[in-house]
Each structure stands twice: as structure tokens, then as C-alpha cells.
């Protein structure tokens, strides 16, 4: 958990799924869309996978990203 | 009562001037232990005369001034300690308008360093300030005070008008007075509130800056008191100001950086009613330590982080033996929660979720897996807020579980310290 905005600062190449914590209100649809990239913490807030994604996970995140009514999420990396 | 002698923590005045260098302050003062810097003694500001007949004329600020920022190795005194040349570089390759803002909203309930500055020196803040605007060529310059701390923005105002009396060739300087709030003094709230949107912290990461974009140094008060010493060729990072708080008052005093912990606490009389059980160094957003392990420590930031303290703003808390490190904790993570932002759900429910199983463990009427839900809590909640507030909680907390740590057992099993319910540390009250 403590690297799920870390790794973006960081410039790699991999992947990834971030949140704008500010923007993010709970709403919960990523853990719908993306369940396998996804959970939700005991308040109902996203905690997203801290690892490179496969290309199966990047579909389901990026369908979180178009679904998120917060327009919190973003993908980060080469798509 | 006020402590007579003049920095007498720095080493005595030898034949060679050089190598003592001057102080910040113009004497330790002795505080109560609530609110801002207001001495129990008060004296007036030093005036324009007097600053100039100590320093002398500032010279005009020019980008050289940040190599000697890199070279007297200048860091940041609101807590952080990033060298300041880091930020001034960045202020400079900013292709949009820039503006410097001198934080002196010291939020930290125990801090009283930077109001003590303000109020004993106004004219080297404010000279470090102007250096700042002219050397990176901002537009705009600010004072930014913590919304109640009455007695800094006074001094401050009075410095600025003996100056525009003198006729001084000084930038245009204001005064802007933030919220009175815990928040009030973190970086990216100031910058966004200077740019007309509200006093809220702003995500920690953020994309690439877009060009022509307005960019806000904010360097804290100190800092920037220290920067007008280097403009002037002066050893600008010999000594370092500290605030430590005991069970009967505060003392802001000056320090020759490097010397132990226990000379510090032994001179400023902290030690007096023995040695001290754990030492809280940073205030409510630093960690505490036992006394084994930081009394024979340097006061001096390098050395305190090579095992894993830091002074944060300076700030020291020795706590007496008969105190509750338990109750202690819990009585600030409660202001912390008190004092988020609200605008990040781990920081809103993750902040008040951790003060009640601290405040239940404190009273010792912890639900049988209190301590192992505080743990889960404290992992749910590290890294997950935009700024840094929730992180500088979950910090505090994890310190306290391994200082404090057989006391918790104790107080987990339904026996609380007897000192349980009589917090010493001074938390501000706020309205909810």
C-alpha cells in the first residue's frame, strides 16, 4: 500500500494504476470494474495493486478509469 | 522568568569572532507551555537602527546567492530540511510568474521558534524574504502568518514600516494571514491559497508542470532569516533554534548545532526532575524516542536521521517518568484528526478510526483486539492521503507502540498507567 503513489514517481515503465485521493470519494465502481486491480478498504476507498499489470488487468483498469464518475483514476505508464 | 544571558548555548566569543558567528536570536526566552511565542517577558523587536548597526545594509539578491545557499549547505527549518538551493533552482527554471512566500505559520502546537524569531528579528526575516524575490525575480513577496498569531504579524508590521520609512529599496513585502489551523502552514495549501483557490493541501504528485505556469517558493521564516546571513558572507549554520517543552514550561532557545541531547535538555533545566522516560522530538507530526537511545544523540538533523529521528521544526518534549506515553499519543492523534483536511477519505475516517483505538487503549477499555485493528489501521492508512498529515500520524502512533510498547501490553490487558488521565502535553482545544 505504501507504494501506490510512489511508483509513479519514480519514472519506470511499468503500468499502473493510480488515484487522486482528493478526488476519489468512495464511490467504489473500480472494484466492480477492475476487481482483480481493485479492493476496497474498510471505508470504501480503492486500494489499488501495487504491481506492473498484466494485459488482461490494464483492459479491467482501464475500464475502471472511463467508469470512475470522480474521474479520479489514471493510468500511468506505456499503454 | 526570563533566561538572562544571551545564547549561551553557543560557544563562548574567542579571539576569533569568525568562528562563533552571530545569532538568530537575541536571547532564549522562557514561554508558557500553550499558544504562540509570547514571552513571559516581553521586549521590543529589535529596531532598523539596531539591525543595522549589527549586519548592516543587505546586498541585493542576484541567482548567484543560490551557489552560496549550496555552499553554506542551507536547509529548510519548517521541518523538512530539503537544502533550500533544491527549491531556489526549481523558483529559477520556472518560466512562469514566480512568488516567494515566507512561512512563518508555525502550526505545530509545541513550535514557538519561528514566532520567537519574528517577534526578536524582524528585519532579518524580512531581508531574507526581499533577497529571495529579488534573487529569483518574483513578483509577488508574502509574509504568511498562522491566522492568530497576533504578536508575529505586529512585529512583522512594524519592521515593514520602519523600512518604508528609511525609504529602503526593498520589493513590495505583504503580510497575508492564513487560517488559524494545524494545516496552516503546509507548503502546497499556502501555494494554492496565494493563488486564489482554498487553504487545501493539493496532491503530492503532480503531472508536468505546464508551461508558463505561476510556481510559489514557500520557505519557512528561519530559513529565510539564515539566507540573510549567507548573502552577507556570515556562517549562516553553526547554531540551530529549538523549542523544548517540559512539565512546567517551553523555552525557545539557540543551539550550537552538534552538541548531545542531554546537554541540551540538562541546560535548558529539563532534567532537573531526573531523567525523562522517552523524549517526543518533532512534535505532533515526529516520533518519539527512548531516552536511551537519542540522549547521547548530536542535535543536529544529519545525525538524527541516521537512526531514524529527525527535529523536524526543532521541536523537543522530554516526558517525565510518572507520565503515559499511551494517553499522551492518543490525546494528539485525536487533534490530528481533528485537524485533517477532510478531503481524502484514509485521512477522514482512517485519522478518527486511529484516535479512538488510541483513546480506548489509553483508558484501558481496548476491545480485546484493539491493538491488532490500530496495526491494520496504521498500514490502511500510511501513503494514502494527498499530503503528508496522515503519514506524519501514522508515524507518531507507530513510535509510540515501540517505545511505549510494554505499556501498551499493560494498558491493552485493562491496566492503565495511573497517569492515564491526565495528558501533559498541551493540545490545543477545538471546537468540533
Not at chain 2, 483557490?197 to 505561476?214: E, I, K
Not at chain 2, 533545566?269 to 505532533?284: E, Y
Request: with cysteine; aromatic share 2%.
Amino acid at each position: 500500500m505504501k507504494g501506490a503513489l510512489a511508483g509513479s514517481e519514480s519514472g519506470s515503465a511499468r503500468v499502473r494504476l493510480q488515484v487522486d485521493p482528493v478526488a476519489c470519494d468512495g464511490v467504489g465502481l473500480c472494484a466492480h470494474l477492475a476487481p482483480s486491480v481493485v479492493d476496497l478498504d474498510r471505508w470504501g476507498y480503492p486500494i489499488l495493486a501495487d504491481r506492473d499489470l498484466g494485459r488482461r488487468e490494464k483492459a479491467a483498469a482501464r475500464r475502471a478509469v472511463r467508469g470512475c464518475p470522480k474521474r479520479a483514476l489514471r493510468l500511468d505508464g506505456p499503454q | 522568568m526570563t533566561v538572562e544571558t544571551t545564547s549561551w548555548l553557543i560557544r563562548k566569543p574567542t579571539a576569533d569572532d569568525r568562528l562563533v558567528g552571530p545569532t538568530l536570536l537575541t536571547r532564549d526566552v522562557r514561554l508558557s507551555r500553550f499558544g504562540h511565542a509570547e514571552g513571559l517577558r516581553t521586549d521590543p523587536a529589535e529596531s532598523l537602527a539596531e539591525h543595522l548597526t549589527r549586519f548592516g545594509r543587505r546586498p541585493r539578491g542576484t541567482a548567484g546567492l543560490v551557489e552560496s545557499l549550496d555552499r553554506a549547505d542551507l536547509t529548510g527549518r519548517g521541518g523538512a530540511h530539503v537544502p533550500a538551493a533544491l527549491k531556489w533552482r526549481a523558483a529559477l527554471r520556472a518560466d512562469g510568474p514566480v512568488t516567494v512566500a515566507a512561512n512563518g505559520a508555525e502550526s505545530e502546537p509545541i513550535s514557538a521558534k519561528d514566532g520567537t524569531l519574528l517577534r526578536q528579528r524582524p528585519h532579518l526575516v524580512l531581508d531574507g524574504l526581499a533577497l529571495a524575490a529579488e534573487a529569483l525575480g518574483a513578483r509577488r513577496a508574502v509574509l504568511w502568518l498562522h491566522g492568530d498569531d497576533t504578536g508575529s504579524r505586529l512585529s512583522a508590521e512594524a519592521a515593514l514600516e520602519q523600512r518604508r520609512r528609511a525609504g529602503f529599496a526593498d520589493p513590495l513585502m505583504e503580510i497575508v494571514n492564513g487560517p488559524a489551523h494545524y494545516l496552516a502552514g503546509e507548503a502546497s495549501a499556502i501555494t494554492q491559497a496565494l493563488s486564489g483557490g482554498p487553504m487545501l493541501p493539493t496532491q503530492r504528485r503532480r503531472g508536468p508542470s505546464v508551461p508558463g505556469a505561476p510556481h510559489t517558493l514557500v520557505q519557512n521564516v528561519e530559513t529565510l532569516a539564515r539566507a540573510a546571513l549567507v548573502a552577507r558572507n556570515l556562517p549562516a549554520t553553526r547554531s540551530t533554534l529549538l523549542t523544548v517543552l517540559t512539565a512546567q514550561d517551553r523555552m525557545v532557545i539557540e543551539v550550537a548545532r552538534g552538541i548531545p541531547l542531554v546537554d541540551v535538555l540538562s541546560r535548558a533545566g529539563a532534567l532537573r526532575g531526573g531523567t525523562p522516560q522517552a523524549v517526543l522530538l518533532g512534535g505532533f507530526g515526529g516520533a518519539w524516542a527512548t531516552w536511551a537511545e537519542i540522549a547521547d544523540v548530536q542535535v543536529d538533523e544529519p545525525a538524527m536521521r541516521r537512526i531514524d529521528m529527525g527535529l523536524g521544526a526543532g521541536i523537543i518534549a522530554p516526558l517525565d517518568q510518572g507520565a503515559c506515553g499511551v494517553a499522551e499519543t492518543a490525546a494528539m492523534v485525536r487533534y490530528l484528526a481533528d485537524m485533517s483536511a477532510k478531503q481524502c477519505g484514509p485521512c477522514m475516517f482512517g485519522l478518527p478510526a486511529l484516535a479512538r483505538s488510541l483513546k480506548l487503549l489509553a483508558d484501558g477499555r481496548a476491545r480485546r483486539d484493539e491493538r491488532a485493528r490500530l496495526i491494520d489501521d496504521l498500514d490502511l492508512v500510511t501513503g494514502r492521503g494527498a499530503c503528508n498529515h496522515p503519514d506524519g500520524a501514522t508515524r507518531l502512533i507507530s513510535s509510540a507502540l515501540r517505545v511505549f510498547g510494554r505499556d501498551v501490553a499493560e494498558h491493552a490487558a485493562g491496566r492503565p498507567c495511573p497517569s492515564a488521565g491526565r495528558p501533559t502535553l498541551p493540545v490545543p482545544a477545538v471546537t468540533r
